[in-house]
């Protein structure tokens, strides 16, 4: 009867308490090459609880130099070797490591980031890997999978006495059935916002019934953009839903004036004002963002905030750059604007270099 396939992964816990020579472990890289004339390291034992244990495959992702070779180690036992490595220097302990691969049962794979350990079984295994050659080079994604492939468990007996090859030839079909298992396993995380890989994410949004250009999004906005996107296509066509754009996208204040709103509250003329102001139709309505201009913001909130607002209705988005503010008794020219806070005082001081500020003596 088939057994199911445990899974090793080594991650950064493990390599961190590595014995290493020339590497160094990264989160994002995996363990990568450092400067060095040696670049060995020697993992602790993975221990699989069962004696005797089957160890099937070790598989990696390798991005190597032109000229790098990459060398795994492999040796399983039942018990742990006598003597306290520990006690010795780095130096010390990389000899006495080299030394313990070289028993005659342990594997050695050269140039290989996919092996079989067919020939290795035992409680503990125990792995080393090294880089041979030249240039910045990065292992990552470590897994180890016990016990060996479920496709030879399923003959008859008679098969698999004395059936290496026959058993290393069917592998061959196991991986490939396995690592497709594996992708049919992980299809979950393709429509899951948080793990989606970034060019997934436009399809999403596609699925949503949201039109976004490639490229004009962010990845962390975009993810925020999906996540919020039920509650914004179920308030679809309400103000409810240009607020959700907006929040996404707008960490600073922002205000949304519709037209009805404040045309209702004019009077006379400044009606008229109104309607320049914040649009015509009672439909309308215009974003306030406490900001700088940004043309490139403007132009993504244009296209995303058409697609929830009300059918009939136009939005403009105005940028409220600060500036400085003038008291009830100073008046500008028309189409004047101070464009920042200088330092001034009355009496010659200078108010941006050109200009001063001066009080006329009384007559």
């Not at 313990?100 to 080393?128: M, P, T």
């Not at 058409?306 to 409220?320: E, G, H, S, T, Y």
Request: charged share 30%; net charge negative.
């Amino acid at each position: 009867m088939a057994s199911v396939i445990n899974k090793y992964p080594l991650g950064g816990g493990r390599f961190r308490g590595a014995l290493m020579e020339g590497f160094v472990w990264t989160p994002e890289d995996g363990l990568v090459v450092a400067p060095g004339p040696e670049h060995l390291c020697f993992l602790e034992k993975i221990d699989s609880g069962r004696r005797g244990c089957p160890w099937g495959r070790l598989r990696f992702k390798a991005e190597l130099a032109e000229d790098a070779v990459p060398v795994i180690f492999a040796f399983a036992a039942d018990e742990e070797p006598e003597g306290d490595a520990a006690a010795l220097s780095p130096r010390e302990r990389l000899a006495e490591k080299r030394r313990f691969f070289r028993a005659e049962s342990a594997s050695k794979f050269v140039g290989q980031s996919d092996v079989l350990l067919y020939e290795q079984s035992g409680r503990y295994l125990w792995l080393g890997v090294e880089i041979i050659g030249p240039g910045r080079s990065a292992l990552r994604d470590f897994e180890v999978f016990s016990p060996r492939d479920n496709f030879f468990a399923t003959f008859p007996e008679i098969y698999r006495l004395g059936g290496d090859f026959f058993h290393r030839y069917l592998s061959i079909f196991s991986s490939m059935y396995y690592d497709l298992q594996e992708t049919v396993d992980s299809l979950d995380r393709l429509i899951d916002v948080e793990t989606a890989p970034a060019d997934v994410l436009p399809v999403l949004a596609d699925w949503l019934g949201i039109e976004c250009d490639e490229g004009t999004i962010d990845e962390a906005s975009f993810r925020a953009l999906l996540r919020a996107a039920f509650g914004m296509i179920r308030a679809k066509g309400a103000r409810e839903a240009v607020e959700s754009v907006l929040r996404v996208f707008v960490p600073e204040q922002f205000y949304i004036v519709e037209q009805r709103a404040a045309r209702e509250k004019a009077r006379g003329a400044d009606r008229e004002v109104c309607e320049r102001l914040y649009g015509r139709s009672p439909f309308d309505f215009t974003v306030l963002i406490r900001r700088a201009p940004d043309e490139r913001l403007h132009a993504l909130l244009k296209y995303l905030i058409r697609q929830f607002a009300p059918l009939r209705a136009n939005a403009d988005i105005v940028f409220l750059d600060n500036v400085s503010q003038l008291d009830g008794y100073t008046y500008c020219d028309i189409n004047a604007r101070v464009t920042g806070f200088h330092p001034a005082s009355l009496g010659g001081a200078l108010l941006d270099g050109t200009r001063c500020l001066a009080v006329e003596e009384a007559m």
